[in-house]
């Protein structure tokens, strides 16, 4: 897990880019009857726009509330760091999923108009399922070790340098 700013930062970018390609993937294949190939070209166009929204949202609102509420119901002593994991990420969707919804109806399906509550409504209820496989069994496990991977090899590279 990030130890600093630096790392936080960096950690966001990369959940981010998992989450939100995948997100968009998604959602474009339901709204075209299917999955195809061409659905993974077409989500490349709307990443730039849907990526920045979910970064600030993360990394200023979510993220924060998410650990706030973790860590006021988990003692980090003596709690499993899985636990401590888990609750961080089923925060996180819980909060992220009707806010990147929203942007993508407002985005995406029509803007402001009369249905612009029930379409919201209907994909957030769409994304959620998707939303929290996709976070548990791969986002987040992938993103955790693509990290450690990162960081093993700099702590590896630091020691060298202090050991020559």
Not at 129 to 148: D, E, H, N
């Amino acid at each position: 897990m990030p130890k600093s700013l630096g790392q936080e930062i960096l950690f966001t970018i990369i959940m981010v880019f998992v989450m939100v390609y995948a997100m968009i993937c998604y959602n474009i294949a339901l709204a075209t009857g299917g999955m195809s190939n061409a659905v993974f070209l077409h989500a490349f166009g709307e990443l730039p726009i849907m990526a920045p929204i979910a970064f600030v949202l993360d990394f200023f609102i979510v993220g924060p509330l998410a650990k706030k509420i973790t860590f006021s119901k988990f003692n980090l002593e003596t709690e499993s760091p899985l636990f401590v994991v888990l609750s961080i990420s089923i925060c996180s969707i819980w909060m992220m999923c009707p806010l990147m919804s929203l942007a993508a109806t407002i985005l995406f399906k029509g803007g402001f108009q009369a249905e612009t509550l029930s379409v919201w409504l209907e994909t957030t209820a769409k994304n959620y399922p998707m939303a929290t496989f996709w976070q548990l069994l791969f986002a987040g496990p992938f993103v955790r070790k693509i990290f450690g991977i990162i960081f093993a090899r700099k702590n590896l590279q630091k020691q060298s340098k202090m050991a020559a």
